[in-house]
T-cell receptor, first 115, second 110 residues
Framework: SAVISQKPSRDICQRGTSLTIQCQVD?????MFWYRQQPGQSLTLIAT?????????ESGFVIDKFPISRPNLTFSTLTVSNMSPEDSSIYLC????????????FGPGTRLTVL | DAKTTQPPSMDCAEGRAANLPCNHS???????VYWYRQIHSQGPQYIIH???NNETNEMASLIITEDRKSSTLILPHATLRDTAVYYC???????????FGTGTRLQVFP
């Protein structure tokens, strides 16, 4: 299994500011994913982050709002830009397990509140 | 869009088997069925996955119908700690994306 940590675990931010969330994995992985979970809702995939290439965003998510970095095989960041109260959510990263159909592992999440 | 449908909630008595159904009628031949659960305020936890055959591990059993259009997750002896939201997910190769549906909120009661 993979051990994933996220920083910060929670934050309260003002409208119009930006927050960068870090995801650190204890082993090298090719694929990392970023999800959003709005209050009382299921998880929604934001983007797939592969090392050495641009992130691939899902419909409804754009790079200007959610820029992603993937500088190496154990680390990624997601920035939530120009925040509004609607961005209040839990943001989670996940990583692939072994190749060939195995499980993905999720981080503990970052709980963001925008005032 | 999610390719699965699940009942929004279920109850189960502690010690009894919990049987959680999932419909995935549009599943393709190379798509796996995955089950995760999310205990309040934590990241989702992997439970089990399968393609065609029934699968069992230390946590649960997964029964997939022959036509692969539905499946059932079985927790053989539910405990209070199994109270969580359970997600049935179809994983789409080669992207390996997990597209979550709305899940089933399982409440285990004493």
């Amino acid at each position: 299994s993979a051990v994933i940590s996220q920083k910060p675990s929670r934050d309260i931010c003002q409208r119009g500011t930006s927050l960068t969330i870090q995801c650190q994995v204890d082993s090298q992985v090719t694929m990392m994913f970023w999800y959003r979970q709005q209050p009382g809702q299921s998880l929604t995939l934001i983007a797939t982050a592969n090392q050495g290439s641009e992130a691939t965003y899902e419909s409804g998510f754009v790079i200007d709002k959610f820029p992603i970095s993937r500088p190496n095989l154990t680390f990624s960041t997601l920035t939530v830009s120009n925040m509004s109260p609607e961005d209040s959510s839990i943001y989670l990263c996940s990583v692939e397990g072994r190749t060939g159909g195995d499980e993905q592992f999720f981080g503990p999440g970052t709980r963001l509140t925008v005032l | 869009d999610a390719k699965t449908t699940q009942p929004p909630s279920m109850d189960c008595a502690e010690g009894r088997a919990a049987n959680l159904p999932c419909n995935h009628s549009t599943i393709s031949g190379n798509e796996y069925v995955y089950w995760y659960r999310q205990i309040h305020s934590q990241g989702p936890q992997y439970i089990i996955h399968g393609l065609k055959n029934n699968e069992t591990n230390e946590m649960a059993s997964l029964i997939i119908t022959e036509d692969r259009k539905s499946s059932t997750l079985i927790l053989p002896h539910a405990t209070l700690r199994d109270t969580a939201v359970y997600y049935c997910i179809v994983r789409v190769p080669p992207t390996d994306k997990l597209i979550f549906g709305t899940g089933t909120r399982l409440q285990v009661f004493p």
